[in-house]
């Protein structure tokens, strides 16, 4: 049917979404290759799934185009396009059953005998038993998996996944990523995730791209955006990192740079921004890179690593891992996270430290943008 | 037997007391229900046993009616006026199909596209109330009259030639033919058609419709066969209070129509009112209520309802 090398990509090419004055998504380019799982995140708001309802056809774009492989599909009204979705609230048929759920598809396509293809679906989705209740009948769970296997039996090109775990509990949460995983990997279909939740990204998504107030800020694979972000937005809504604001001694293959009278170390090639002697740079890193050691143990840390002094101000521990906020001149609330290997009984708050961590772990960003953006969001999402 | 009522030196009682509501307050619930009740017993059961016991006496104003168990009432009202009773059913099937038929794609615009005038659009639905029952009605022998701009131009479309065909008319009048009685229905039962269809689609959720097109539904399907099934309760009951009073309804027939188009509402009116018979009056109002009740069941029964709650 479709050209299963090059054929299936979604390009999206200059796409926007205005409402009267508001713009809800800026000129946006992006392609999201065949047999990807790709998400799209970003906080509410940020046009992640205008952008989702544009491929589907259920949103009309301002400008631009959208091609499912070589064919432009931005005029097709939804029911034309090769596209289905599975919607936050599911929105199953309250007066079907979720046999005739399934099928709806199917039948829409003037197939007749739907009874296996259905059946085998309902496998797939671990639902055999329940094909002839009503989705009022199921648990939230259940019904996520109904509103996949409804859209999956199509064999859409392209699937598009509009937070559909954001109605359920956490623990089931995990188990229905790990659930839409498999099914991506076993059909082998494009998957378009929109998501709030950056792990729930981070652990499905081969591809990310970071939306922020209708635009792209980053796009890449979870470990590339995480280790290497390029902007505060994307540095402090993936996880988090502490940012320390430094002006460039001198600039070379060996970033050196200060901030408050200490002197930092980072690869030139870790920098978002080409460092210019004498200006301003982010520095940041990533708490868990961090190291911590009683400040009387300064002289036991190797020589060419970062070091922070500093006093503990608040420890969380929360099992697997202590959590520090460290004042310090330099910065005031760093973030240590420490495993709990061997927990030192001297690193209580009010205790003098020194936080150290390899130069390599070290990013750069330019300093022209808001230290904080992105963070409020992860608060008000976790 | 509570708690505070034991000894203090009995053993710890097995079931905690407190929570056993007292009498006074587990009776509270029948104390509320006590004027409904009693307002159904004095309104509604009082006088259909009367109106039963008035239904099986004999005898004359004069004389004196005399309750005899003469059910033979029934059956000659039933045979005697069987024309009335299959003409109020006519009439009143036709304008509920009308009211259908105009109140559905309303209330759809209402619910689903009306916007910001939706508020306005159900004030207008319901503004016709705010007159008299009577007085709309007879405005309709105004806007029906002979020679009227109304009349003149159904009959330069031809209109007119096909209700006449169809028997509704006769000749280029529209005033005291069976079409202005249904008129005078429809237009006066329309809103009992729109109100409950708008409630129940105002409850669809507008995501099942882009559900239904992001499975391969064009518009036509996506109502066929998502709207138009959610929206069946609304159906069933704006049919209900639509048919109910229309088929018992004889304003309408008295002023829009003639004696060829008399309902059985008019044939009880006159009964009571003009003939004095208050037997066949009363037996007539129980075989009415026992005809609409018998096909209501059956009706919903069809529908279904119960599976789409």
Same mark, same amino acid.
């Given at each position: 049917m479709t050209d299963k090398t090059a054929g299936g990509d979604v390009r999206l090419s200059g796409i926007s979404k205005h409402y009267g004055t508001f713009t809800a998504v800026h000129p946006l380019d992006l392609t999201i290759p065949q047999g990807s799982f790709f998400a799209l995140l970003g906080a509410s708001g940020c046009g992640k799934t205008t952008t989702l309802r544009m491929i589907a056809g259920l949103e009309e774009p301002s400008t631009g185009t959208v091609h499912l492989g070589d064919r432009e599909v931005t005029d097709l009204p939804p029911y034309k396009r090769p596209v289905n979705t599975v919607f936050q609230s599911y929105a199953l048929f309250p007066h079907l059953s979720i046999f005739e759920n399934i099928a709806f598809g199917l039948r829409r396509r003037g197939i007749k005998s739907v009874k296996k293809q259905v059946d085998d679906m309902l496998d797939l989705v671990q639902l055999g038993q329940f094909a002839q209740r009503k989705p009022h009948q199921l648990s939230g769970g259940q019904q996520q998996r109904v509103a996949v296997a409804r859209a999956l039996i199509n064999h859409p090109q392209v699937l598009l996944l509009d937070?559909? !775990?954001?109605? !359920?509990?956490l623990k089931l949460r995990r188990q229905m990523q790990l659930e839409l995983k498999r099914i991506q990997t076993e059909v082998g279909i494009t998957f378009v995730h929109v998501t709030h939740d950056q792990e729930e990204a981070m652990t499905m998504a081969d591809t990310v791209a970071v939306m922020n107030g209708g635009r792209v800020e980053q796009l890449g694979a979870p470990a590339e955006l995480y280790e290497n972000p390029r902007t505060t937005f994307v540095a402090n809504f993936l996880g988090t990192s502490n940012l320390i604001e430094a002006s460039v001694e001198s600039a070379g293959p060996d970033v050196v740079v200060s901030a408050s009278g200490t002197t930092l170390r980072l690869p030139a090639a870790r920098c978002s921004t080409t460092p210019r002697t004498g200006g301003k740079l982010l520095v940041g890193v990533r708490p868990e890179k961090v190291s911590l050691v009683p400040a009387a143990e300064e002289n036991a840390i190797a020589t060419g690593r970062n070091k922070i002094t500093g006093r503990i101000a608040a420890s969380s521990f929360i099992g697997v891992s202590t959590q520090f906020v460290i004042d310090s001149p330099v910065c005031p609330e760093l973030e240590v996270y420490v495993q709990n290997i061997e927990r030192d009984g001297r690193l209580v708050p009010g205790a003098e430290v020194v936080l150290h961590w390899n130069p390599e772990h070290t990013f750069g960003l330019d300093a022209d943008q808001d230290i904080d953006a992105g963070i409020e969001t992860v608060e008000e999402s976790a | 037997m509570t708690a505070t009522a034991a000894p203090p030196q009995a053993p710890a009682p097995t079931e905690p007391p407190v929570h056993k509501p007292s009498v006074r307050k587990r009776l509270v619930p029948y104390w509320l229900l006590l004027p409904g009740i009693l307002w159904l017993l004095v309104f509604f059961v009082l006088p259909m046993v009367y109106q039963a016991s008035t239904s099986v006496q004999t005898g004359s104003l004069e004389e004196g009616f005399e309750v005899t168990w003469h059910f033979q009432t029934y059956w000659d009202a039933f045979t005697e006026y069987l024309p009335q009773f299959l003409r109020s059913l006519l009439y009143a099937g036709t304008a509920t199909a009308l009211c259908l038929l105009l109140g559905y794609p309303l209330a759809y615009l209402i619910a689903f596209k009306a916007g910001r005038w939706r508020n306005l659009l159900l004030v207008l639905v319901i503004a016709p109330f705010f007159t008299s029952f009577l007085i709309r009605t007879l405005a309709w022998k105004t806007i029906l009259a002979d020679g009227g701009p109304v009349v003149a131009g159904l009959n330069a479309i031809g209109f007119l030639d096909v209700t006449s065909w169809l028997g509704m008319t006769e000749g280029d009048r529209v005033l005291a033919t069976p079409l202005a009685v249904v008129c005078g229905l429809t237009y006066n039962f329309l809103p009992f058609m729109i109100l409950p269809l708008y409630s129940s689609l105002e409850r669809i959720d507008t995501r099942l419709h882009e559900a239904a097109g992001d499975l391969y539904a064009r518009p036509a399907t996506v109502f066929r066969k998502v709207t138009f099934p959610l929206s069946m309760p609304g159906v069933v009951s704006g049919t209900l209070l639509t048919f109910i009073p229309a088929s018992g309804d004889y304003v309408n027939a008295e002023l829009l129509g003639s004696t060829d188009t008399r309902m059985i509402g008019n044939v009880i009116q006159s009964q009571y009112l003009r003939i004095l018979d208050y037997p066949t009056a009363a037996a007539l109002s129980f075989i009415l209520m026992a005809i609409v009740l018998i096909m209501v069941t059956i009706y919903i029964r069809r529908a279904g309802t119960e599976d789409l709650v």
């Open positions: 937070e559909p !775990l954001g109605a !359920l509990d | -």
